[in-house]
């Protein structure tokens, strides 16, 4: 199962980006898809997740600008992040939790991460 993720680049503060995550291969179902922040010198951090039955889970910093929402026939997840702060500013990682790669068999995946700087 791979993570391919893609969306992330230089913005100005205040402006948007939109993240999208693909997973592939050999998967059955998933769980559980989110977006994690590491900012330099800090540990890696939720920033927002979604279940397959639709609820969200959000960061308190991120709430009301952050919007995140999946394709379960595609195994897609995106992260719409509006009015960004430099506090934003890390390396997004993809994360796929419970996915089914077999009868009772589930898997956690990451993917590999995309940078995203929040500067003037």
């Known amino acids: 199962v791979q993570l391919v993720e893609s969306g992330g680049g230089l913005v100005q503060p205040g402006g948007s980006l939109r993240l999208s995550c693909e997973a592939s291969g050999n998967i059955f179902s998933i769980n559980g898809m989110g977006w994690y922040r590491q900012a330099p010198g800090k540990e890696r951090e939720l920033v927002a997740r979604?279940?397959?039955?639709?609820?969200?889970n959000y960061a308190d910093s991120v709430k009301c600008r952050f919007t995140i929402s999946r394709d379960n026939a595609k195994n897609t997840v995106y992260l719409q992040m509006n009015n960004l702060k430099p506090e934003g500013a890390g390396v997004y990682y993809c994360?796929?939790?419970?996915?089914?790669?077999?009868?009772?068999?589930?898997?956690?995946?990451w993917g590999q991460g995309t940078q995203v700087t929040v500067s003037s």
């Open positions: 979604v279940h397959s039955s639709g609820t969200t």
């Open positions: 994360r796929a939790g419970g996915v089914r790669v077999g009868p009772g068999l589930f898997r956690g995946y």
